[in-house]
């Protein structure tokens, strides 16, 4: 005995013109587009009142604080250019259940994108702990020029590959 037939779907002209109609207010909306970063100024980053090593550190610190508020790894970094804060991150290995998101790596993908560039060249990365051969590695290809971490502030020198 053979299946029954299945209806062909009903498409009328109305019910396609609506569902085209929904899907160009989806695109057209003003919202990110696909590939889209988003301006700058959509989260700003606050900047110290008075830039130095002591403040970018210490931002770095806040960082780990986000991160341990929720729920994570205990790290943080910022990634500085000219005395200004270019992008900032906490790690978020157990949020994005993610194994390279740690805090270098986010604050890096966090600065590419508010800069909208991968050249990080000039740039001094704060963290709170000595970045991992990944971050390392991945601060080397960015060209991120210097790394600092610790509340002693040492400086891990410019970035090298398999350290």
Wanted: charged content about 20%; glycine content about 8%; aromatic content about 8%.
């Amino acid at each position: 005995m053979r299946p029954p037939l299945r209806a062909a779907p009903y498409f009328t002209r109305r019910r396609i013109f609506a569902a085209t109609g929904l899907a160009a207010l989806s695109v057209c909306h003003g919202g990110p587009v696909l590939g889209e970063t988003p301006p700058e100024n959509d989260n700003p980053i606050r900047q110290p009142v008075d830039p130095g090593e002591e403040a970018f550190i210490s931002r770095a610190f806040e960082m780990r604080q986000t991160a341990i508020e929720f729920g994570d790894q205990a790290y943080g970094a910022v990634i500085v250019r000219d005395s200004v804060i270019i992008g900032q991150s906490w790690s978020r290995v157990v949020l994005d259940n993610d194994p390279t998101a740690h805090a270098e790596m986010e604050a890096i993908r966090d600065t590419a994108r508010r800069l909208n560039s991968r050249d990080l060249s000039g740039s001094v990365m704060y963290s709170t702990s000595r970045p991992c051969p990944m971050c390392e590695a991945a601060a080397f290809w960015a060209g991120v020029g210097q790394m600092v971490y610790g509340r002693d502030m040492r400086t891990g020198g410019s970035p090298k590959l398999c350290s």
